[in-house]
């Protein structure tokens, strides 16, 4: 069993930054990918990026590609998600994600197993 436990969300004026931190327990996730994924009111939860185990494959959606940047620290069981140029379509619930199975890093929602609680992401215009 993992827990995750994402911080770092707010309020925050359009053209801005946050960084956002998902802290793992239970178990080392340094062997797992782990994703970022958003859910805006009234909206389906969409993936945002990905990473692998060593950081070496990286995946961004295109709507966050150049502004958001994913990264991990292992020795630390934490990920981050360092998101600028924020945008009032960014608006949504983060949530931290791993995916424990070894298949590889992927970026379909259903294919990763233990989720954090969310943060809150704002953006005003």
Do not use: H
């Not at 797992?32 to 692998?52: C, H, L, N, Y």
């Not at 949504?92 to 970026?107: F, S």
């Amino acid at each position: 069993q993992v827990q995750l436990v994402e911080s770092g969300g707010g309020l925050v004026q359009a053209g801005g930054s946050l960084r956002l931190s998902c802290a793992a327990s239970g178990r080392s996730i340094s062997s797992d990918t782990m994703g970022w994924f958003r859910q805006a009111p009234g909206k389906e939860r969409e993936f945002v990026a990905a990473i692998s185990w060593n950081a070496r494959r990286l995946y961004y959606a295109d709507s966050v590609k150049g502004r958001f940047t994913i990264s991990r620290d292992n020795a630390k069981n934490t990920v981050y998600l360092q998101m600028n140029s924020l945008k009032p379509e960014d608006t949504a619930v983060y949530y931290c994600a791993a995916d424990t199975t070894g298949r590889g890093v992927t970026t379909t929602l259903v294919e990763y197993d233990y989720w954090g609680q969310g943060t809150q992401v704002t953006v005003s215009s």
